[in-house]
């Protein structure tokens, strides 16, 4: 229940223009589950104005009360508004290379992974650019996720989000096993798009 306070009061935030956070390149996915699937949501991407590209010394953080407070440059915030999830499960979310959700959502590739590094932790020098920390939903099927990463973008580079997917595994990833943690089949998938 805290978490939901929480996020609450950071959309509240967000949605009343905060400066800190309101400036700069901004991206959305809009994620639907496959046929007859009940899942549905949003996945918003916020790069702040000033926000440079780091490199390979990247890191993700969470909650969404630190995303909400930190506006230092040099970050891109993630946050996911996910329903129709199975209660109370963790779920792998991951940005893939392709902008397309067709074939059972086959069509949005391998993990976007422009470093060409093996899959890994999110907090790791050597992962996909693509990997994310994983995401549990409530006890009504409901996910509210944020992280943070220092190597993805929202403005055009090699690491930009845009024209890319993001994708929600059925399984939690283990963040070893090659190429995709384990994380099986894909649930629902939604192309990134800059606003």
Known sequence: MIVRWIAAIAAAVLAAGCDTLSKGPYAVAEVKGGEGSTVWGRVTF??????TFVGENIGYSAPIASAAADSSAGKLY???????????????????????????????????NPGGKPHGRPDALERHAGDLPNMTSDGEGVAVYAATSNLLTVAPGPYSVVHRAVVIHES???????PAGNSGARIACGVIREE
């Open 46 to 51: 916020h790069q702040p104005e000033g926000g």
């Open 172 to 178: 939690p990833d283990d963040y070893r096993s090659q």
């Open 78 to 112: 993630i946050r996911a508004d996910i329903n129709g999830l199975q209660p109370g499960r963790t779920y792998a979310i991951h940005i893939h290379e392709k902008p397309d959700c067709t074939g059972n959502f086959s069509g949005a590739g391998g993990h976007f």
